[in-house]
């Protein structure tokens, strides 16, 4: 099937990241993490450093599992890529409708969520604040939060393994600068005096419509691999 359209990939990408960084499961983490350092009594100082520690291992730890995927999906046969594209796209596309319904029924059914598990254990974890223990935390929660943020990196950095090059890099660095920014803003605003209980509130009232978005976002890009995967669009 010949081109029918290209599609611009840098937009794309970034258009992705910035929903994607909205995403109600990491902003909840820091939350959680920063209500800790409060109780127990750090100081301003401290409370932006070990926040900017925590952000700064869950930044490395995404791009690293992300430019690892993305090559790993540029060295896959042709043949055995378009298969996999299709499947990818299932999978977003599922994982869009999911969201979607997240916003008319949230709790209901299934959710793309941490397990109950996992956020006992993030729980536990954001007790022990110290320097490794803020390094591990920022590794284990970037694993576990694949359920919630996994879909449109997944898309991401199969559109991006299309052409797997320095640009491909440095786009992948510029997307996980734009997920971890909103967690930039939180933490400085912390720092700044703001009360943490009207940054829990603002994301308990706007979760829906994160979750809205981030929906629509993953049906998109779940079409985009479709028309990518049968030659309907190219990226350019």
Known sequence: ?????????????????????????????????????????????????????????????????GLGLTYFLASIPLVAAQYISLA???????????????????????????????????????????????????VFVAAVELPCTGGPYLAIT??????????????LAIYNVIFVMPLVVILLLVYSGMKLHEVKMWKHANKHFMRLAIGFVLIALGWILLLIANGTINLG
């Open 158 to 171: 199969l559109i991006l393994a299309q052409n797997f090059d320095v640009t491909a890099v440095i786009l």
């Open 88 to 138: 990818v796209a299932a999978i977003v596309v599922l994982g869009g409708l999911i969201e979607v319904k997240n916003f008319f029924w949230y709790g209901q059914g299934i959710s793309l969520a941490i397990s109950p598990k996992h956020a006992a254990k993030i729980h536990k974890m954001t007790k022990k604040i110290t320097l490794p223990a803020l390094i591990v935390l920022g």
């Open 1 to 65: 099937m010949g081109v029918a359209a290209v599609l611009p990939k840098v937009g794309t990408v970034l258009i992705t990241a910035v929903i994607d960084s909205i995403n109600p499961c990491a902003i909840g983490v820091l939350i959680l993490l920063l209500s800790s350092l409060i109780v127990l009594r750090k100081s301003r100082q401290k409370v932006l450093f070990f926040g900017t520690i925590y952000i700064s291992a869950v930044y490395v730890t995404y791009f690293s599992a």
